[in-house]
């Protein structure tokens, strides 16, 4: 397999980045968590980038697919593109039966990662790792309501 050598698609990222073998398998291996959409993160900024569609499950297969893809010039694209503002990113974690779960600044549910990934469009812990965490969850008061 290899690895794929692409520019991260979030506009305040913007830099070239290397998304490893083994992330793009577990990816296409966890589709049936993210909606059928294989989703890696930006190791830089932590947002999340679709694979294509078109994306083989086989691993010879894939293999074959992402030695054409890096030879294509193609990009990946970016989930939708959300702000980086507090209520997105994990304030939060906690283990349960082995899973690492994380909780949205926002508060509510504690997700699994690759659920959290496609609600927020952020790798939680790619964010964790980065330093790129609330600092306490999000409220929503009359003083930070738009009016």
């Known amino acids: 397999m ?3 050598v692409t520019i991260c698609g979030n506009p305040g990222c913007d830099k070239d980045i290397t998304i490893p073998q083994a992330k793009i398998k577990r990816a296409v291996m966890r589709r049936k968590y993210t909606n059928g959409t294989a989703l890696v993160a930006c190791p830089l900024c932590a947002h999340v ?3 294509p569609d078109d994306i083989p ?4 297969m894939l293999d074959e ?6 030879e294509s010039g193609n990009y990946l694209d970016c989930i939708q593109f959300l702000d ?19 909780r949205s600044g926002a508060g509510g549910e504690y997700m699994d ?7 927020y469009g952020i790798d939680p812990e790619t964010a964790y790792n980065l330093g790129k965490v609330a600092k306490t969850p999000f409220k929503i008061t009359s003083a930070n309501i738009m009016k």
């Open 2 to 4: 290899k690895d794929i």
């Open 49 to 51: 980038l679709l694979l």
């Open 57 to 60: 499950t086989k691993p010879d």
């Open 65 to 70: 697919y992402l030695v054409e893809f890096a």
């Open 84 to 102: 980086l503002a507090d209520e997105y990113l994990p304030a939060g974690m906690k283990i349960k039966a082995g899973t690492t779960m994380y």
């Open 113 to 119: 990662k690759y659920k959290y990934m496609d609600r």
